[in-house]
């Protein structure tokens, strides 16, 4: 049989999960930029002490959506309410699928009357594309793929981020005026290296920032003159070995799978979506195992996005979380791993005998959609989705979602690391033995200025 579509490809396993589980793809990779432009500790350690310059311009993708419909459309698949969202405004865009489960999330931006952006990984985009061209919006829609994905060498827009203590320093230099008080993911426009330059307040570690943006071609002007001005506030480039770990102190889950394996109202997308795509392609890793993939479907409260899910308007799934939103939900917290019980781990590197799971620094991600499974006294209370070392921290920390009755701070719990029987037959992984990892239920962000500040800002998406 000729596979051409996702739902052909899921016809050759015996079940989505083992197809995800046997995919030959590690995590996701951040090219375009240096792994390191001095070390990832020092990185790491700046966008808590100084300031740090992110070049996002490469690892994500943009779609485009313009119209007289492109707000309908947004409307009709997101979770969250439009109702106050005007132009020079940005938000956390959430749909899920007809039984409520996370398709995935990324930005977006309203650039101009309808005229917006969405920015982040694929499914979210491929969900939005798919009604775009099927569902009878008048709207037009534009991928700019990541570069990974591209041989002409070049973007629609460059994209940065300046944030930490020095932040504000920085664009004041940078712009020669003080940067205007704008409320979290609001938009305004600043001129940099003589260039125009669109700029949403943001900060992706808690700290205060901007987010930059702009043609292409203007990048290198403009890049320039924020390293420059960022000489004198100890300002740091961050490296894509940094980059994958800064989630872990604000709170933000990068890897919800999207929830498109099954349901039959699914199957029409399944068919449009290629085989050889994001969701074709993807891998599961860890040690929470399910022959039901539907178990690793994540709903908006597992996320965080709770206070997202607006009942204001219709849109898929409207149904399906109207019936979840009375129930008790999971909490999404963040787990401090036990120093003596990963440098175990570490020590079996150098020992006899079958070892575990090899730990790589600072992140230790090693599939594209992490699940390890979180125990009490041997029984799974929850999972954990992305993993890594914050040097600033000093801890070795994973984001987790646990059963409501385990998630209150200072408890104890135990993430199971490494997989089952050895491993799978991914790459990245050699044959190795689980080994279980005490860890204390922490707040999310874990950060103490991420919980004050980046996290009052989400809230306010919710207005």
Same mark, same amino acid.
């Given at each position: 049989?000729?596979?051409?579509?996702?739902?052909?490809?899921? =016809?050759?396993?015996?079940?989505? =999960?083992?197809?995800?589980?046997?995919?030959?793809?590690?995590?996701?990779?951040?090219?375009?930029?240096?792994?390191?432009?001095?070390?990832?500790?020092?990185?790491?350690?700046?966008? @808590?002490?100084? /300031?740090? !310059?992110?070049?996002?311009?490469?690892?994500?993708?943009?779609?485009? %959506?313009?119209?007289?419909?492109?707000?309908?459309?947004?409307?009709?698949?997101?979770?969250?309410?439009?109702?106050?969202?005007?132009?020079? @405004?940005?938000?956390?865009?959430?749909?899920?699928?007809?039984?409520?489960?996370?398709?995935?999330?990324? %930005?977006?931006?309203? !650039?101009?009357?309808?005229?917006?952006?969405?920015?982040?990984?694929?499914?979210?985009?491929?969900?939005?594309?798919?009604? +775009?061209?099927?569902?009878?919006?008048?709207?037009?829609?534009?991928?700019?793929?990541?570069?990974? !994905?591209?041989?002409?060498?070049?973007?629609?827009?460059?994209?940065?981020?300046?944030?930490?203590?020095?932040?504000?320093?920085?664009?004041?230099?940078?712009?020669?005026? #003080?940067?205007?008080?704008?409320?979290?993911?609001?938009? $305004?426009?600043?001129? %940099?290296?003589?260039?125009?330059?669109?700029?949403?307040?943001?900060?992706?570690?808690?700290?205060?920032?901007?987010?930059?943006?702009?043609?292409?071609?203007?990048?290198?002007?403009?890049?320039?003159?924020?390293?420059? *001005?960022?000489?004198?506030?100890?300002?740091?480039?961050?490296?894509?070995?940094?980059?994958?770990?800064?989630?872990?102190?604000?709170?933000?889950?990068?890897?919800?799978?999207?929830?498109?394996?099954?349901?039959?109202?699914?199957?029409?997308?399944?068919?449009?979506?290629? *085989? *050889?795509?994001?969701?074709?392609? /993807?891998?599961?890793?860890?040690?929470? $195992?399910?022959?039901?993939?539907?178990?690793?479907?994540?709903?908006?409260?597992?996320?965080?996005?709770?206070?997202?899910?607006?009942?204001?308007?219709?849109? %898929?799934?409207?149904?399906?979380?109207?019936?979840?939103?009375?129930?008790?939900?999971?909490?999404?917290?963040?787990?401090?791993?036990?120093?003596?019980?990963?440098?175990?781990?570490?020590?079996?590197?150098?020992?006899?005998?079958?070892?575990?799971?090899?730990?790589?620094?600072?992140?230790?991600?090693?599939?594209?959609?992490?699940?390890?499974?979180?125990?009490?006294?041997?029984?799974?209370?929850?999972?954990?989705?992305?993993?890594?070392?914050?040097?600033?921290?000093?801890?070795?920390?994973?984001?987790?979602?646990?059963?409501?009755?385990?998630?209150?701070?200072?408890?104890?719990?135990? !993430?199971?690391?490494?997989?089952?029987?050895?491993?799978?037959? #991914?790459?990245?992984?050699?044959?190795?033995?689980?080994?279980?990892?005490? +860890?204390?239920?922490?707040?999310?962000?874990?950060? @103490?200025?991420?919980?004050?500040?980046?996290?009052?800002?989400?809230?306010?998406? $919710?207005?």
């Amino acid at each position: 049989m000729l596979v051409k579509s996702l739902e052909d490809k899921l =016809a050759g396993f015996s079940s989505p =999960a083992a197809m995800l589980r046997e995919a030959q793809v590690g995590p996701n990779v951040y090219p375009g930029v240096a792994s390191e432009f001095t070390n990832w500790r020092d990185e790491q350690r700046g966008w @808590q002490d100084t /300031c740090v !310059l992110f070049n996002q311009s490469y690892h994500m993708a943009d779609l485009f %959506i313009e119209g007289p419909d492109a707000l309908k459309l947004l409307t009709e698949l997101g979770i969250n309410s439009f109702k106050n969202f005007k132009v020079d @405004q940005a938000k956390q865009f959430v749909p899920v699928n007809y039984d409520g489960y996370v398709i995935g999330d990324v %930005i977006l931006f309203y !650039l101009d009357t309808n005229k917006f952006s969405l920015v982040g990984r694929a499914p979210t985009l491929n969900w939005v594309t798919y009604h +775009a061209q099927t569902g009878g919006y008048n709207v037009e829609v534009k991928l700019d793929q990541r570069w990974a !994905l591209r041989n002409d060498g070049k973007r629609i827009f460059y994209r940065y981020q300046v944030q930490g203590p020095n932040a504000m320093k920085v664009i004041e230099k940078a712009t020669g005026a #003080k940067p205007p008080e704008l409320k979290f993911f609001n938009m $305004t426009v600043m001129k %940099i290296g003589g260039r125009t330059v669109r700029a949403l307040r943001h900060g992706m570690a808690g700290q205060p920032g901007f987010e930059l943006f702009g043609p292409w071609e203007e990048r290198e002007e403009v890049h320039q003159a924020l390293v420059e *001005a960022g000489r004198d506030f100890g300002m740091y480039l961050v490296g894509g070995r940094a980059y994958s770990t800064n989630t872990l102190e604000s709170g933000w889950i990068p890897s919800p799978l999207p929830a498109v394996y099954t349901g039959e109202k699914m199957k029409a997308y399944r068919k449009w979506l290629p *085989a *050889a795509g994001y969701e074709g392609s /993807c891998s599961l890793g860890g040690s929470f $195992t399910s022959a039901n993939v539907e178990d690793y479907y994540l709903t908006p409260w597992d996320l965080g996005y709770g206070p997202f899910v607006k009942f204001d308007h219709d849109f %898929i799934g409207r149904d399906a979380l109207e019936k979840k939103a009375a129930s008790d939900h999971r909490k999404k917290v963040t787990l401090a791993l036990n120093t003596d019980d990963v440098m175990a781990v570490i020590r079996s590197q150098f020992e006899k005998g079958q070892p575990g799971k090899y730990i790589d620094f600072p992140s230790a991600v090693y599939s594209m959609h992490p699940f390890d499974k979180v125990t009490v006294k041997g029984s799974t209370v929850g999972l954990s989705t992305w993993i890594g070392y914050s040097y600033s921290e000093r801890t070795m920390l994973a984001l987790g979602i646990l059963e409501p009755d385990f998630a209150g701070p200072g408890r104890e719990v135990t !993430l199971v690391w490494g997989e089952e029987n050895g491993g799978t037959s #991914k790459p990245t992984v050699e044959r190795h033995r689980q080994m279980e990892i005490r +860890a204390i239920v922490s707040p999310v962000p874990y950060a @103490q200025t991420a919980r004050k500040d980046y996290a009052e800002g989400w809230r306010t998406q $919710t207005a």
